[in-house]
């Protein structure tokens, strides 16, 4: 004998019972006789059967196209972020109140987009969240051709037949343009991330934008890769010029706590008092003692409950328009920029 858990034949079996019945017991609305849904369920319990919730939630979709599977697709890149960890928390929390399932797929390069696509649209998915910044518009695409509901989490793309969630993350540039040139810093850089990524182009764009309205300039650019590494790089590169920045405004938090670990450790400088460094997120770790970085905050739970709530309305009536939404960012200010 081979010790292997029940399946849906050996609970036949026991019952003198179709498989066909058994797969009806355990699907919700399915029509069966009561007497034989209360047979089958006694003798899996004896037998400690469990079913196989996304086995059959994808069967069931496959036989009955009104029926839903009860899994959402999302879809990351930068996994080991510590912000897109919190994202993804915050979709689980907000897709399990709501008796749906994630399916996650992280995909990390170009290369990766139409394989994974390929297999995530197998999975019968109800509809997929993308937060991923390679190449969301053809996934987005993708999705939509295949008749699955899409919705951008802070991304967004040309075409307006695609729902996006998102933060002013040109606003956020601004808000920290104006700290930065109320605080009287006269050389201040830019640690961009991404090449060609909207959300970075935006901070960019609305930081470099404010400065030359408040008569000030960009004084040098960088860039990295949303990583604590390539932040750490920028700064070496940007504090060993003969006339290195006394202010530092990065595109996300990760890359910041780079910035100030080189600057500490490597330069000797003190933050605020020599250096200011400003991130964007908000991540668990900007408010720890060793780094208490001043950020823009984004709020991710009304943002992620936001692009639930849209997903599902597409997911109930798919002839439901697209839907843009925008939620400002707060600026968070902590003592790793100085006061004047």
Not at 61 to 71: C, I
Not at 136 to 149: I, V
Request: charged share 25%; net charge neutral.
């Amino acid at each position: 004998m081979v010790n292997r858990p029940p399946n849906s034949y050996d609970v036949a079996k026991a019952a003198g019972v179709s498989q066909s019945a058994v797969s009806r017991a355990f699907s919700p609305g399915r029509s069966i006789a009561e007497k034989t849904r209360s047979k089958i369920f006694k003798v899996a319990q004896e037998l400690d059967y469990k079913p196989n919730a996304i086995a059959r939630s994808m069967s069931t979709a496959r036989t009955n196209t009104t029926q839903q599977s009860g899994m959402v697709g999302v879809i990351v890149t930068r996994l080991e972020d510590p912000f897109f960890s919190k994202i993804l928390n915050a979709f689980s929390r907000a897709l399990q109140q709501m008796g749906l399932h994630v399916l996650l797929f992280s995909v990390e390069s170009e290369a990766e987009v139409d394989n994974a696509l390929y297999e995530f649209l197998q999975y019968q998915v109800d509809g997929v969240i993308i937060s991923s910044a390679i190449l969301s518009q053809k996934m987005a695409e993708g999705c939509r051709q295949h008749g699955t509901p899409v919705v951008l989490y802070n991304r967004y793309t040309k075409d307006k037949g695609i729902s996006s969630v998102r933060v002013e993350n040109f606003e956020g540039g601004r808000m920290v343009a104006n700290l930065l040139v109320d605080t009287h810093h006269e050389r201040i850089a830019f640690i961009a991330g991404a090449q060609g990524e909207p959300t970075n182009r935006d901070r960019e764009q609305g930081f470099a934008s404010r400065l030359n309205e408040r008569g000030a300039e960009l004084y040098k650019r960088d860039e990295g890769d949303y990583t604590f590494e390539s932040g750490h790089a920028a700064a070496l590169r940007l504090l060993s010029l003969a006339e290195p920045p006394d202010a530092i405004f990065c595109a996300s938090d990760v890359m910041a706590l780079g910035v100030i670990h080189a600057a500490k450790l490597e330069f000797k400088l003190s933050i605020s008092k020599d250096l200011s460094v400003v991130g964007f997120d908000d991540i668990p770790a900007a408010s720890w003692p060793g780094y208490q970085l001043t950020t823009i905050r984004q709020p991710v739970e009304k943002m992620t409950q936001e692009a639930v709530n849209i997903l599902i309305e597409k997911m109930e009536n798919p002839e439901q328009k697209a839907q843009t939404c925008l939620f400002p960012g707060q600026l968070i200010l902590r003592e790793s920029v100085r006061k004047s």
